[in-house]
């Protein structure tokens, strides 16, 4: 843990103290161990912030999200160092959000196998980063003038292995399971399933915030597949991309909610109610347990479109 409090210091010279005040910035001090080879720097529920995972093997280690911007993604990497020293570098991200895979950059680039870091990425996401990553970038800058600096100049980094539907990745004796599970929050959703631990990195598939149709591509019948999917797998321990680590009632939560607001839009539709009825009222029956009526809204109106 000594190592760590040398990374602490390299990131407030880095970054600046007024920046490291109020900026968007990973700690690495909270590295916290989950599992024998599974350890994460939890958001702690900070906007605009993810849970960062490590899954260390005895020949590499895979990093799971970056951070937003260069200067996190250094902060991570040194990290990802100090846990693996001499050991390959991993990394995917769980979509194309600034937070999730803008500081893919900040990684290390390197000729030989040891120096440098490999980025791994499903074709859908990289069809996410073209359609939508200029878009994304500035609704994020905008948040906030400390965002907009740890973005300022930050480039989406060009994939070293692009896969279409699922990835296996040997890490000496641990291996993590990489899967496009998207269109849910985006069409590139991305999850890691780290059987022998049964700890699962859920992204936004899986959460305790309440879910959001991140895209006009997501799909609440969709998003309930992938749900009895990674139920099937029967985590342990779920690492969601944001708010606190759980079990499987993280997974029942989503199920529950897409469920509900499926079976109420769909009788609505079939009595021949229009869309924005279906709004009205499915908000209307749900929004005292799950209040924020724009995510509400925005899932209802996919379930409509959906039901028959």
Same mark, same amino acid.
């Given at each position: 843990?000594?190592?760590?409090?040398?990374?602490?210091?390299?990131?407030?010279?880095?970054?600046?103290? @007024?920046?490291? &005040?109020?900026?968007?910035?990973?700690?690495?001090?909270?590295?916290?161990?989950?599992?024998?080879?599974?350890?994460?720097?939890?958001?702690?529920?900070?906007?605009?912030?993810?849970?960062?995972?490590?899954?260390?093997? &005895?020949?590499?280690?895979?990093?799971?999200?970056?951070?937003?911007?260069?200067?996190?993604?250094?902060?991570?990497?040194?990290?990802?160092?100090?846990?693996?020293?001499?050991?390959?570098?991993?990394?995917?991200?769980?979509?194309?959000?600034?937070?999730?895979?803008?500081?893919?950059?900040?990684?290390?680039?390197?000729?030989?196998?040891?120096?440098?870091?490999?980025?791994?990425?499903?074709?859908? &996401?990289?069809?996410?980063?073209?359609?939508?990553?200029?878009?994304?970038?500035?609704?994020?800058?905008?948040?906030?003038?400390?965002?907009?600096?740890?973005?300022?100049?930050?480039?989406?980094?060009?994939?070293?292995?692009?896969?279409?539907?699922?990835?296996?990745?040997?890490?000496?004796?641990?291996?993590?399971?990489?899967?496009?599970?998207?269109?849910?929050?985006?069409?590139?959703?991305? @999850?890691?399933?780290?059987?022998?631990?049964?700890?699962?990195?859920?992204?936004?598939?899986?959460?305790?915030?309440?879910?959001?149709?991140?895209?006009?591509?997501?799909?609440?019948?969709?998003?309930?597949?992938?749900?009895?999917?990674?139920?099937?797998?029967?985590?342990?321990?779920?690492?969601?991309?944001?708010?606190?680590?759980?079990?499987?009632?993280?997974?029942?939560?989503?199920?529950?909610?897409?469920?509900?607001?499926?079976?109420?839009?769909?009788?609505?539709?079939?009595?021949?109610? =229009?869309?924005?009825?279906?709004?009205? =009222?499915?908000?209307?029956?749900?929004?005292?347990?799950?209040?924020?009526?724009?995510?509400?809204?925005?899932?209802?109106?996919?379930?409509?479109?959906?039901?028959?």
């Amino acid at each position: 843990m000594r190592g760590l409090v040398a990374i602490v210091t390299f990131v407030f010279l880095a970054v600046g103290s @007024a920046l490291a &005040q109020d900026a968007p910035l990973i700690l690495p001090e909270k590295l916290k161990q989950v599992a024998a080879s599974v350890w994460i720097i939890p958001d702690e529920s900070r906007p605009m912030v993810p849970n960062v995972g490590f899954v260390v093997g &005895q020949t590499g280690i895979l990093v799971i999200d970056t951070g937003m911007g260069d200067k996190n993604g250094a902060i991570v990497a040194a990290v990802a160092r100090k846990l693996a020293p001499d050991l390959r570098i991993y990394l995917v991200t769980t979509h194309f959000h600034p937070e999730h895979d803008m500081g893919a950059n900040g990684f290390p680039r390197g000729a030989r196998m040891l120096d440098g870091s490999t980025l791994l990425r499903s074709t859908t &996401q990289e069809q996410d980063i073209a359609e939508f990553g200029c878009g994304v970038c500035k609704a994020f800058s905008d948040r906030s003038p400390a965002a907009a600096e740890l973005l300022k100049g930050a480039t989406y980094r060009a994939a070293d292995i692009s896969f279409e539907n699922d990835r296996t990745l040997d890490l000496g004796g641990v291996r993590a399971y990489i899967f496009a599970a998207g269109p849910n929050h985006t069409r590139g959703d991305t @999850a890691v399933w780290v059987e022998t631990e049964q700890v699962l990195f859920s992204g936004d598939i899986a959460m305790k915030p309440q879910p959001f149709l991140g895209s006009p591509y997501s799909s609440v019948g969709h998003w309930l597949s992938t749900l009895e999917s990674l139920a099937q797998l029967r985590p342990r321990t779920i690492v969601p991309s944001h708010g606190p680590t759980g079990g499987p009632e993280v997974i029942a939560g989503y199920k529950a909610y897409f469920t509900e607001i499926m079976e109420r839009t769909a009788a609505l539709k079939k009595s021949g109610k =229009t869309a924005e009825d279906a709004v009205t =009222t499915v908000t209307g029956a749900m929004t005292d347990r799950y209040p924020d009526k724009n995510r509400l809204a925005g899932a209802i109106r996919s379930a409509y479109k959906e039901a028959p």
